[in-house]
């Protein structure tokens, strides 16, 4: 009798350190905050169209800031921005169709300009939106603004690159309604530029 108890604790004694190697060697947060919006963005938030913009909503804690101790670091506002998109694929119909078609959405390239710093406690409001397309890419604005001054904070571009469908097509069976292409803003066409001329020098450097 003993002996099958000793068994069953040192049984439970290697579950739970397996359970807690794996919580520290991943960003358990992370897998959180996804199930959270995920949930949040499928059954309580209103659907949008894809061309229209999403928000969700942030708070500045201690887990997000820098080593000045009172602002979010460089790194957190591109996971927060992954959250961001989450919520408008749900709420956009883009993640069920891309999930139906068995395609795929990764990201290609980003970048952000960082113009006021978000700081310890503040909240904010990330709003992100679709704003142009190719024929293989989709390009998102998001956008984080402090909720108590309406101030820009930060601003980003993000390329999505669809894979297994035409972005056409992705649109079409989003929505029956008819999309047109948004005109690029210029600054986005200079981006779009800049990463043609690094993937040239790339492939020539190779």
Same mark, same amino acid.
């Given at each position: 009798?003993?002996? !099958?108890?000793? %068994?069953?604790?040192?049984? %439970? =004694?290697?579950?739970?350190?397996? +359970?807690?190697?794996?919580?520290?060697?991943? @960003?358990?947060?992370?897998?959180?905050? =996804?199930?959270?919006?995920?949930?949040? +963005?499928?059954?309580?938030?209103?659907? !949008?169209?894809?061309?229209?913009?999403?928000?969700?909503?942030?708070?500045?804690?201690?887990?997000?800031?820098?080593? %000045?101790?009172?602002?979010?670091?460089? $790194?957190?506002?591109?996971?927060? %921005?992954?959250?961001?998109?989450?919520?408008?694929?749900?709420?956009? $119909?883009?993640?069920?169709? =891309?999930?139906?078609?068995?395609?795929?959405?990764?990201?290609?390239?980003?970048?952000?300009?960082?113009?006021?710093?978000?700081?310890?406690?503040?909240?904010?409001?990330?709003?992100?939106?679709?704003?142009?397309?190719? @024929?293989?890419?989709?390009?998102?604005? &998001?956008?984080?603004?402090?909720?108590?001054?309406?101030?820009?904070?930060?601003?980003?571009?993000?390329?999505?690159?669809?894979? $297994?469908? &035409?972005?056409?097509?992705?649109?079409?069976? =989003?929505?029956?309604?008819?999309?047109?292409?948004? @005109? +690029?803003?210029?600054?986005?066409?200079?981006?779009?530029?800049?990463?043609?001329?690094?993937?040239?020098?790339?492939?020539?450097?190779?």
């Amino acid at each position: 009798m003993q002996g !099958v108890v000793y %068994m069953q604790i040192k049984t %439970m =004694v290697e579950l739970t350190t397996v +359970a807690i190697g794996i919580l520290v060697s991943i @960003e358990f947060g992370y897998f959180v905050k =996804v199930i959270i919006h995920g949930i949040s +963005a499928k059954l309580f938030l209103s659907k !949008v169209h894809p061309l229209k913009s999403s928000n969700i909503y942030g708070l500045c804690t201690t887990r997000d800031i820098d080593f %000045m101790l009172n602002h979010i670091n460089n $790194g957190r506002y591109l996971r927060a %921005m992954d959250f961001g998109r989450l919520d408008h694929c749900i709420r956009s $119909g883009i993640f069920k169709t =891309v999930y139906e078609t068995k395609s795929k959405l990764l990201v290609a390239a980003s970048t952000i300009r960082y113009r006021k710093p978000v700081y310890l406690f503040v909240p904010y409001r990330l709003q992100s939106q679709i704003v142009y397309w190719d @024929e293989k890419n989709v390009y998102y604005r &998001q956008d984080f603004v402090t909720l108590h001054d309406n101030f820009l904070r930060a601003t980003a571009y993000v390329k999505l690159a669809v894979l $297994g469908l &035409q972005t056409e097509e992705l649109f079409s069976l =989003v929505t029956s309604e008819s999309v047109t292409l948004p @005109e +690029a803003p210029n600054d986005l066409i200079s981006w779009i530029n800049y990463n043609k001329l690094n993937s040239e020098s790339i492939k020539k450097d190779i």
